[in-house]
């Protein structure tokens, strides 16, 4: 399984951002997407999860500003975010697992929030 993240980029504080990853290889049609990020100095943190069922899962600090979602045809995850902050400036990495892939990671995305 290959993850291929697009988006990220410079907001400013209040403004909105749209995250993609597309999976393709020997993709499960039962499986979990979402996305983890790092800021710099701190560790990667959960920010949301989704399965292919469509279940989610999110950070208590992401709660209500950002929304997951995915189109099972593209298998592709999104991750809206809204009303950002300074804090959510990270790079942001895209996750999948599935039975047979315990976790595989896309490469990083910088989002960068001023204030």
């Known amino acids: 399984v290959q993850l291929q993240a697009s988006g990220g980029g410079l907001v400013q504080a209040g403004g909105s951002l749209r995250l993609s990853c597309a999976a393709s290889g020997s993709i499960s049609r039962s499986n979990v997407m979402g996305w983890y990020r790092q800021a710099p100095g701190k560790q990667r943190d959960l920010v949301a999860l989704i399965t292919s069922d469509g279940t989610t899962n999110y950070a208590a600090s992401v709660k209500g500003r950002f929304t997951i979602s995915r189109d099972n045809a593209k298998s592709t995850v999104y991750l809206q975010m809204n009303s950002l902050k300074p804090e959510d400036t990270a790079v942001y990495s895209c996750?999948?697992?599935?039975?047979?892939?315990?976790?595989?990671w896309g490469q990083g995305t910088q989002v960068t929030v001023s204030s």
């Open positions: 996750f999948y697992s599935d039975y047979s892939h315990a976790g595989v």
